[in-house]
Each structure stands twice: as structure tokens, then as C-alpha cells.
């Protein structure tokens, strides 16, 4: 089952990846703020209907919640602003790596400290060298766009 999990949220990241290239375009051509618009006017009708008909009875409404774990919205609008932007400049690769380069620093963060309510899962080798790993990919893919930006 952790298997099929992580192969659904590896295909969930491709269809990000596709998805951030697409409204990158949208937005270097109708404008930033109208293709994020767009993605969460089309996302809040799609959660509207999933979450009346679908979604079962939970303990904490949006309104009882704590104000924290409500922020997490906030920072999506932040995400879909900036690499709709991002985008078109710097190409698909280069933002994929670097979205994910925040995201693994920030998790391996979030897991080191226990922050957020999360288990404490402490750095080790392994993490010190994905993280290594990752900054080599963005530097090379950062570099192979220079040389193809200087080319043409």
C-alpha cells in the first residue's frame, strides 16, 4: 500500500509539473493574476462539489479550526502567483527543481524539528546528501538554461 501511495503522489507531482507549465503559459499571455484566477475559481467549484456530496462529517469546521492550519491556504495562492510568473522566465525545469529544492528543505525542517504537530524524524547522511543531490540538480539544470539563453 506505501508503495501505490507514493507512486499516486509521484503522478500527482507530474500532473503539478504539467500543470504549472500550462498556466505559466496561460499567464505570460492573459496575465498572472487572471490564469491564477482562473485555477482557483475552477478549484473552489470542484471542492465545492466534492465536499457536499463526498466528504464525510469532521470534528472542526473551517470557522472552528485554528487559525494556523487555515494559513496553509494562504500559502497556496502564494505558490500559484509565483510560479505562474516564474515560469515562463526560467523555464519548466529550473522551476520544478527549485519548487521542489523549497519543498525538501522545508520538510526535512518540519520533520527534524517536529514543527506543525508533525513526529520528529532528525537529520541523518542520507537526508544531508538528498539535499546535496537536489542543489547539484537545480545548479547543472541552472546552467545548462545559461548556456541555451547565451546560444541563442
Known sequence: MLI??????????AIL?????INGRLGAHVGVLESAWLT???GALLSFLYAFFFE????????TAPRWQVTGAFFGVVYMLVIVFAMPRVGTAAATVSVISGQLLMSLL???????SNPVIPLGG???AAMALLAVALFLIYRSNTR???ET
Open 110 to 116: 518540519i520533520d527534524n524539528f517536529g514543527w506543525l
Open 40 to 42: 482557483f475559481t475552477l
Open 148 to 150: 541555451q539563453a547565451a
Open 126 to 128: 542520507s537526508r544531508y
Open 4 to 13: 501505490l501511495m507514493i507512486l499516486v503522489v509521484v503522478a500527482s507531482g
Open 17 to 21: 509539473c504539467a500543470q504549472s507549465a
Open 56 to 63: 464525510p462529517q469532521h470534528d472542526l469546521t473551517l470557522f
